[in-house]
C-alpha cells in the first residue's frame, strides 16, 4: 500500500512536469522589433507609459519578472490581439482599458512592440 502511493506521488510529478512544459517554448526575445514605425514622440510617450505602469511586472527592459518576458512578442500577436491583451488583461495581468486613455495604450504598444526590443543585437 506505501508502495503504491508512492508510486502514484511520481506518476503525479511526471505529470505536472509535463503540463508545465506545455507552455509556449518558443524564444520571442530574440526575434526583435516588428516592421512597424511609430514616431519618436509616440515611443517616448510609451516608454514613460511602461516605466509608469507596466516596469514593474515586466522589468525596465521588458525581459520580464512577476509577468512574462515581452520582448518580440509583435511577432507572436497582430496589432489589434496584443492591443486587446493590454486592454482587457489576461489571467493575472490586469487591463488597462479603464486607467489608460486609448493614446496611452497606442503609445505603450508602439513601445512593447518596437521600443523594447531595438538594439536588441547589441
Ligand atoms: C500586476 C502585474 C502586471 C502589470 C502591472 C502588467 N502586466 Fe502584463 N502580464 C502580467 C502577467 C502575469 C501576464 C501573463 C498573463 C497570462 O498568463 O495570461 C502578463 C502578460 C502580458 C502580455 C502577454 C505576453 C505574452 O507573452 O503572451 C502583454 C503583451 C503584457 N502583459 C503587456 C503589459 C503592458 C503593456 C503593461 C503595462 C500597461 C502590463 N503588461 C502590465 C502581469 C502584469
Same mark, same amino acid.
Given at each position: 500500500?506505501?508502495? @503504491? ?18 507552455? +509556449? !517554448?518558443?524564444?520571442?526575445?530574440? @526575434? ?28 525596465? +527592459?521588458?525581459? $520580464? ?5 515581452? !520582448? ?10 496584443? !492591443?486587446?491583451?493590454?486592454?482587457? $488583461? ?6 488597462? $482599458? ?14 512593447? !512592440?518596437?521600443?523594447?526590443?531595438? $538594439?536588441?543585437?547589441?
Amino acid at each position: 500500500m506505501k508502495r @503504491r502511493t508512492f508510486h502514484q506521488f511520481f506518476v503525479g510529478l511526471t505529470l505536472l512536469g509535463l503540463c508545465v512544459g506545455c507552455g +509556449d !517554448r518558443t524564444d520571442w526575445s530574440t @526575434r526583435g522589433p516588428t516592421a512597424e514605425t511609430f514616431s519618436v514622440q509616440v515611443l517616448l510617450r510609451g516608454a514613460a507609459v511602461y516605466g509608469d505602469s507596466c516596469a514593474t511586472c515586466h522589468g525596465v +527592459d521588458g525581459s $520580464g519578472a512577476f509577468g512574462p518576458d515581452l !520582448r518580440g512578442k509583435g511577432h507572436k500577436y497582430t496589432y489589434e490581439e496584443h !492591443r486587446k491583451i493590454i486592454e482587457r $488583461g489576461r489571467r493575472s495581468m490586469p487591463g488597462f $482599458g479603464a486607467s489608460l486613455t486609448e493614446e496611452e495604450i497606442d503609445a505603450v504598444l508602439a513601445h512593447v !512592440r518596437v521600443g523594447i526590443s531595438e $538594439g536588441f543585437d547589441e
